[in-house]
């Protein structure tokens, strides 16, 4: 590695630009993905239509491109992020620089490495229970038919375990959500003392909507549908 790009990699400001800008694309897909999740509302044909439309998107390669790009920006974000956050702790802990005091600090902000590793694990169970399962047969089967991914999505919301972590964990989501917008609009520079203020009632704003309406998911399935 040349000795130009390897002090652009430590720089922590570079850091924190590609920790937003792969935040920026994370915000996006979950705003898409709750969208697109709305469907559940409108019943089975709509929902499997939806998804199915969506892993038909460029004859099956666009869904593929986009799960790469999403990967990579998870895998990107969260380096950086632990390397940003490593090097924070060992500056406060040697006293050399300390960004922000501990006290000031508001409760998302300080939650923010806890709500990002529940949202770690989150997304492997969410995996296995969701992308990786057959979604047809034994697990699709609503009162004798054959729901599909629908039905999976029913039968999973069925189990109130299931229903409760989903809940705690769309909750971490949202309130991860509250501090990473604002703090992801002021590393791209959109700070000012007319703007800030506003950017941070919709981070917040954003966050809670985030959370109610994925909960919304799986207490409507267990409890109207
Ligand atoms: C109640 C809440 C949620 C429901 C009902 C839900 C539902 C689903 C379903 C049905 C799939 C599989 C789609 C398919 O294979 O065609 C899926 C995939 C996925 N979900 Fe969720 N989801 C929820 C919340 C979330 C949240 C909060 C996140 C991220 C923080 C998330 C991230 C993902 C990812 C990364 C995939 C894989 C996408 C892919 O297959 O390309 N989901 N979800």
Redesign the pocket.
């Known amino acids: 590695m040349s000795s130009n790009l390897s002090t652009v990699l430590k720089s922590s400001i570079f850091r924190k630009q590609l920790s937003a800008l792969t935040g920026l694309a994370l915000v996006g897909f ?1 705003i898409a ?1 709750l969208a697109g ?1 709305l469907f ?1 509302f409108m019943g089975p044909e709509a929902f499997n239509e939806y ?1 199915h439309s ?2 038909e998107m460029g004859h099956g390669k666009l ?1 593929w491109i986009m ?1 790469s790009g ?1 990967f990579v920006a998870f895998l990107i974000h969260i380096i950086v992020t632990l390397s940003l956050a490593w090097e924070n702790t060992q500056a406060r802990a040697t006293r050399y620089e300390v960004t922000q005091s501990h006290g000031n600090r508001k409760f998302a902000t300080k939650a923010m490495k806890y709500t990002g590793g529940v ?1 770690l694990i ?2 492997i169970f ?2 296995i229970d ?2 990786l399962a057959e979604k047809t047969g034994a697990g699709s089967m609503v009162d004798g038919v054959d729901l599909g ?1 629908y039905g999976l ?1 029913f039968n999973d919301f069925h189990n109130p375990i299931r229903v409760i972590g ?1 809940i705690i ?2 909750s971490a ?1 949202g309130l991860h959500l509250t501090h990473a917008i604002q703090s992801m609009c002021q590393t791209l520079g959109l700070n000012h003392e007319k703007y800030t203020p506003v950017i941070k009632k919709v981070s917040l704003t954003a966050g809670i909507v985030v959370a109610v309406m ?1 909960s919304a ?2 207490l409507y399935i267990a409890f109207l549908a």
């Open positions: 979950v993905h999740n559940i998804a969506l892993q869904v799960r999403l949202m989150f997304i969410h995996l969701f992308t991914l999505v989903y964990a769309v989501v994925f998911i799986p």
